[in-house]
């Protein structure tokens, strides 16, 4: 029987998904929402597009050709306020609403927003969307200057785009360095000094904590320590938490939690994400996947969320696999998602980084062990409990260091295999 799927969201979790129904269920219709007034695109390279190494073009052909070719229903800048848990049926911002035989909850994250005096100042941005992008590309002036608050990965791939077009950059770190959570003191002291190699003043232990507006559109930051400095922009890089259309009440009453987690945590206390079995159901029938679930993180063996680009698409695989074969009456969905590791590969001004799983070591637990190596930039730490790959960090530069950044692959398939191992 033909069956009807809603998808809302068109990130890579959503997008998958509905490749996945459209292979396995040619005769189902398949709807895909988002709230962006365009097609899909790959946010990871906004960065790219505004160091102008990507069109704007480029940027959405790998949107149109899914949609095309899978003869999908894409509903554009269209917001989904509400999901009737009961009855599977969205209502939409515009008034519209739609039914569907299973619902899938791809809406990714939503960038935490500054609260200091004068953070709704023009000037000021975070970066998840291509408005994003092309509100700060319209606010750059080469041979500027910007702060840049919040030290994680979204912001350093921005400062590389912002060097780009010769702007000075103040970087600002709320602990005591950078990437605190993809790198241990030693990795992260190597990516400050090729920061600093290239003209970003990095700024540890020291807030944005008041924005005016100043002479030129320019904006006068006061800082934590007292210190005053004129911009041109702010870009805010604190964090991500997930963007989800249910109620908090809908997701602390739930009763399902992730499978193999002990109960899942109230939303409202965590904003950690929905919640979701190993089928990616939150409920029956409506499945969540992407930034805005929280998923079996297989390292650290509890739900976590996991927002990253790969494991969004997997996770979309899964869930869509999961969906085209729902039997609405008996049978449950067949396809487990196993869990994901957290993994991030980067580049700060040529030296290149991998870092997966646990980066540091718990210092209040036994039977946890480190082995390093240090040669100029080539950095390798890999940490163990009782014998087993936990996690890593590699970094390097250049033909010798991309043999370090290449022992990746199978440190992952072993960190993954010993996981599953277990379980
Ligand atoms: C600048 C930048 C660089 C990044 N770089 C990397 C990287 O190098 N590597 C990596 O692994 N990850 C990276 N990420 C993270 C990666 O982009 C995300 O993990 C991934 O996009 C998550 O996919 P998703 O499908 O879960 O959600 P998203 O891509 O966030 O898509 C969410 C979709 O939901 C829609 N939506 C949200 N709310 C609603 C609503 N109420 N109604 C209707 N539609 C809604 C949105 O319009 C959008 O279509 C980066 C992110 C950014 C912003």
Redesign the pocket.
């Known amino acids: 029987m033909k069956k009807r799927h809603l998808i809302?969201?068109?990130?890579?979790?959503?997008?998958n998904a509905a490749i996945t129904i459209a292979r396995l269920k040619p005769e189902d219709e398949i709807e895909i929402?988002?709230?962006?007034p365009w097609a899909?695109y790959?946010?990871?390279?906004?960065?790219y597009f505004l160091e102008g190494i990507i069109t704007k073009e480029k940027l959405f052909t790998w949107g149109e050709e899914i949609i095309a070719k899978n003869r999908l229903i894409y509903r554009q800048n269209?917001?989904?306020?509400n999901v009737d848990l009961e009855n599977l049926i969205v209502e939409?911002e515009n008034g519209r609403q739609a039914g569907a035989d299973t619902i899938l909850i791809?809406?990714?994250?939503?960038?935490q927003k500054p609260d200091f005096p004068g953070a709704e100042l023009p000037g000021i941005f975070t970066?998840?969307?291509f408005a994003d992008?092309l509100a700060i590309e319209k606010r750059v002036r080469p041979g500027g200057c910007w702060a840049v608050a919040g030290a994680g990965?979204?912001s350093l791939?921005?400062i590389a785009a912002l060097r780009r077009h010769g702007i000075k950059i103040d970087l600002f770190a709320t602990s005591a360095r950078i990437l605190s959570q993809v790198l241990d003191p030693y990795a992260a002291r190597l990516a400050a000094t090729k920061l600093t190699d290239n003209q970003v003043t990095i700024n540890v232990n020291e807030d944005i904590i008041k924005a005016t507006a100043a002479p030129d559109s320019q904006l006068k930051l006061t800082t934590s320590h007292g210190r005053e400095l004129l911009v041109d922009g702010l870009l805010y890089g604190k964090g991500?938490n997930a963007?989800?259309?249910l109620g908090s009440s809908d997701i602390s009453h739930d009763d399902w939690g992730a499978a193999q987690s002990s109960a899942p945590k109230p939303w409202q206390e965590t904003q950690d994400g929905i919640p979701v079995n190993s089928h990616l159901e939150f409920k029956k029938n409506l499945f969540a996947?992407?930034?805005?679930?929280q998923v079996f993180d297989l390292v650290r063996g509890e739900s976590n969320r996991l927002?990253?680009?790969?494991?969004?698409?997997e996770?979309?695989l899964v869930a869509g696999f999961n969906m085209a074969n729902a039997n609405l009456k008996d049978s449950p969905p067949t396809r487990l998602y196993t869990g994901g590791i957290s993994c991030?590969?980067?580049s700060i001004f040529g030296l290149d980084f991998i870092s997966a799983g646990y980066r540091e070591v718990p210092t209040d637990e036994n039977g946890w062990h480190s082995l390093k190596q240090k040669k100029g930039d080539s950095y390798s730490r890999l940490n163990f409990y009782q014998n087993q790959l936990k996690g890593f960090i590699l970094s390097g530069s250049g033909i010798t260091g991309s043999g370090n950044i290449r022992k990746a692959g199978p440190l992952l398939a072993r960190m993954k295999r010993e996981a599953l191992s277990r379980q």
């Not at 809302?8 to 997008?15: C, E, S």
């Not at 929402?33 to 962006?36: A, F, V």
């Not at 269209?78 to 306020?81: G, H, K, L, S, W």
Request: glycine share 14%; with cysteine; hydrophobic share 40%.
């Open positions: 809302i969201g068109a990130g890579n979790a959503g997008l929402i988002s709230h962006e899909p790959c946010r990871c390279l906004l960065t269209e917001r989904v306020i939409c791809a809406t990714g994250g939503k960038p970066l998840r969307t992008a990965l979204v791939k921005t991500v963007a989800s259309p996947a992407g930034d805005t679930a927002p990253l680009w790969p494991l969004a698409g996770q979309g991030n590969a980067f």
